[in-house]
């Protein structure tokens, strides 16, 4: 499919037909790419997707304790540190 390079303002767009965002399911931020003299246009990720049920796993096998409440405390803890 050809598409023609139109004049935005001070910059230059494309238009993206819409069966292509359809197949690609591109919506909202992209983000694009130079690979081989080519534009590469993807989807942004979010960085933290699929932390959440992870989470929820980890606290239903109790593994979202702070590593400092498994800690034994050390002579030094107990002695010499001191809170100011």
Same mark, same amino acid.
């Given at each position: 499919m050809k598409a023609k390079i139109v004049r935005i303002g001070n910059s230059q767009g494309l238009r993206i037909p819409k069966p292509l965002l359809e197949q690609t399911g /591109?919506? !909202?931020e992209v983000e694009i790419q130079v690979?081989?003299?080519s534009l590469v246009i993807s989807p942004?990720?979010?960085r933290r997707a699929g932390w959440e049920p992870a989470f929820e796993a980890m606290a239903e %096998? !109790?593994? &979202? %304790? /702070?590593l400092d409440e498994l800690a034994?405390?050390?002579?030094w &803890? +107990?002695? +010499?540190?001191e809170w100011k």
């Open positions: /591109l919506a !909202g690979k081989d003299q942004v990720h979010c %096998r !109790g593994d &979202d %304790r /702070l034994v405390p050390s002579t &803890d +107990e002695s +010499e540190w």
